[in-house]
């Protein structure tokens, strides 16, 4: 459980699981995004932090602006890729050797190679993220609405155990009531702690904080209704 707090609150608001903030006022509205992207987890206009009341730092953030402009094969997610996939490499100890036999057989023989060649070559270890890299690895993209694309990205963010907090801003007037129940429930699933940030309401989500015009904090809970 995380929980986010910033001017005009009283108290933090918990997000467990899909957590909704409506923040009725633009230039609010604006002000939180705007700090977002400025995060650095030190103490300032926003805060987030667990539940021991540790900040969360900006690497554990992954803010969500542009669903469809999101590339889930970037440098960036790719390598957290790639970190988590040589962890898990290393926790089969047989599987790590073997691998690492066949890429030292590989550098031998290109070594050999560059020793007859007419100018003076030399050569790095091969590093299990180059051989990632080399052979392609990278997130199979099949999405084809804004709601896949979520659903991807979420599915890409359950395995990068570095980040703590995902966040999506103004997503969810483009999902119907029942998507947003779909994905509710899969990240209740996965307990990933999951943020949707929206200047209007949507429907088909059972945990909604709404900061309205007038700067009253409205707490929605229950079940929301679900027709499209």
């Given at each position: 459980m995380m929980k986010l707090n910033f001017e005009f609150l009283d108290e933090p608001l918990e997000i467990n699981g899909l957590t909704s903030v409506i923040l009725e006022d633009k230039r609010i509205f604006a002000k939180v995004i705007q700090e977002l992207y400025r995060y650095t987890g030190e103490v300032d206009y926003l805060k987030l932090f667990d539940e021991s009341y540790k900040s969360l730092k900006s690497a554990e953030l992954m803010i969500i602006t542009d669903v469809l402009g999101f590339?889930?094969?970037?440098?960036?997610?790719?390598?957290?890729?790639?970190q988590?996939?040589?962890?898990?490499?290393?926790?089969?100890?047989?599987?790590?050797?073997?691998?690492?036999?066949?890429?030292?057989?590989?550098?031998?023989?290109?070594?050999?190679?560059?020793?007859?060649?007419?100018?003076?070559?030399?050569?790095?270890e091969i590093t299990f993220p180059e051989v990632f890299k080399v052979l392609g690895v990278q997130v199979e993209i099949k999405s084809d609405t804004i709601f896949e694309r979520m659903e991807e990205i979420i599915e890409v963010f359950k395995y990068l155990s570095k980040k703590k907090l995902l966040i999506f801003v103004n997503c969810g007037s483009y999902l119907t009531a029942k998507e947003v129940n779909y994905l509710q429930e899969y990240i209740g699933l996965h307990e990933i702690s999951c943020l949707m940030l929206d200047n209007t309401r949507f429907d088909g989500i059972s945990k909604r904080f709404v900061l309205d015009g007038d700067l009253i904090l409205l707490e929605e809970s229950g079940k929301i209704k679900t027709k499209d």
């Amino acid at each position: 459980m995380m929980k986010l707090n910033f001017e005009f609150l009283d108290e933090p608001l918990e997000i467990n699981g899909l957590t909704s903030v409506i923040l009725e006022d633009k230039r609010i509205f604006a002000k939180v995004i705007q700090e977002l992207y400025r995060y650095t987890g030190e103490v300032d206009y926003l805060k987030l932090f667990d539940e021991s009341y540790k900040s969360l730092k900006s690497a554990e953030l992954m803010i969500i602006t542009d669903v469809l402009g999101f590339d889930v094969n970037s440098a960036s997610v790719l390598k957290l890729i790639y970190q988590d996939l040589e962890l898990q490499i290393s926790e089969k100890p047989e599987v790590k050797t073997e691998i690492e036999n066949l890429l030292q057989e590989v550098t031998n023989l290109v070594n050999a190679e560059l020793l007859d060649f007419e100018i003076d070559l030399e050569s790095d270890e091969i590093t299990f993220p180059e051989v990632f890299k080399v052979l392609g690895v990278q997130v199979e993209i099949k999405s084809d609405t804004i709601f896949e694309r979520m659903e991807e990205i979420i599915e890409v963010f359950k395995y990068l155990s570095k980040k703590k907090l995902l966040i999506f801003v103004n997503c969810g007037s483009y999902l119907t009531a029942k998507e947003v129940n779909y994905l509710q429930e899969y990240i209740g699933l996965h307990e990933i702690s999951c943020l949707m940030l929206d200047n209007t309401r949507f429907d088909g989500i059972s945990k909604r904080f709404v900061l309205d015009g007038d700067l009253i904090l409205l707490e929605e809970s229950g079940k929301i209704k679900t027709k499209d």
